[in-house]
Nanobody, 115 residues
Framework: QVQLVESGGGLVQPGGSLKLSCAASGSFFRLYAMNWYRQAPGKQRELVATITRDGSTNYADSVKGRFTISRDNAKNTGFLQMNRLKPEDTAVYYC?????????WGQGTQVTVSS
């Protein structure tokens, strides 16, 4: 059973930064793309960023230029560096991997951007 565990969320003022981490169990993290999603209250879960096994990245237009997705395959960990945060970035953030054995989600970490 694959487990994904997010950490790093919290309360930050507008314009501030946070770095989220996603630690994966097992040995096959490096073989699959990793995604970060977010879900704000009353809204659908949306894809924020993707990093492929080879390190190619893609971002939602709303975060392009402010967020950076990365991964450390040696540590089975993915990251989301979030800069110049806005109140509209407030959401629960989830990491995700789609593998042949199934779709895996972490439990989520709350990010609140407020003054």
């Amino acid at each position: 059973q694959v487990q994904l565990v997010e950490s790093g969320g919290g309360l930050v003022q507008p314009g501030g930064s946070l770095k989220l981490s996603c630690a994966a169990s097992g040995s096959f993290f490096r073989l699959y793309a990793m995604n970060w999603y977010r879900q704000a209250p009353g809204k659908q879960r949306e894809l924020v960023a993707t990093i492929t096994r080879d390190g190619s990245t893609n971002y939602a237009d709303s975060v392009k230029g402010r967020f950076t997705i990365s991964r450390d395959n040696a540590k089975n960990t993915g990251f989301l560096q979030m800069n110049r945060l806005k109140p509209e970035d407030t959401a629960v953030y989830y990491c995700n991997q789609n593998r042949p054995t199934g779709t895996y989600w972490g439990q989520g970490t709350q990010v609140t951007v407020s003054s």
